[in-house]
């Protein structure tokens, strides 16, 4: 089975970048997404690329955020830009075009925006 690390979370002040990683134990899915859960909320979508790097993004963090994939590392990357206290949550990577409910989660990486 797949295991899927998600790493490269932090504090950052309101502005700011980071860029979140996620590797995989093995092959990426041929769709893999970003989704996030903030305190007392449900888990949402937040990016989607596929092997053909067709990207789509929620409208809260299109133009600010950035999906990518690198094949030959196992690895897919989420850069955001220009964050936004509303943009606190635990990032999580997953398998996209899935059914949320279906999925199964890792640990996930804390992104906290905050002055």
């Known amino acids: 089975q797949v295991q899927l690390v998600e790493s490269g979370g932090g504090l950052v002040q309101p502005g700011g970048s980071l860029r979140l990683s996620c590797a995989s134990s093995?092959?990426?899915?041929?769709?893999m997404s970003w989704y996030r859960q903030a305190p007392g909320k449900q888990r949402e979508f937040v990016a989607l690329?596929?092997?053909?790097?067709?990207?789509t993004y929620a409208v809260s963090v299109k133009g600010r955020f950035t999906i990518s994939r690198d094949n030959t590392r196992n690895t897919v990357y989420l850069q955001m830009n220009s964050l936004k206290p509303e943009d606190t949550a635990i990032y999580y990577c997953?398998?996209?075009?899935?059914?949320?409910?279906?999925?199964?989660w890792g640990q996930g990486t804390q992104v906290t925006v905050s002055s």
């Open positions: 690329i596929t092997s053909g790097t067709f990207t």
């Open positions: 093995g092959s990426l899915f041929s769709a």
């Open positions: 997953n398998r996209g075009a899935v059914p949320i409910e279906s999925l199964t």
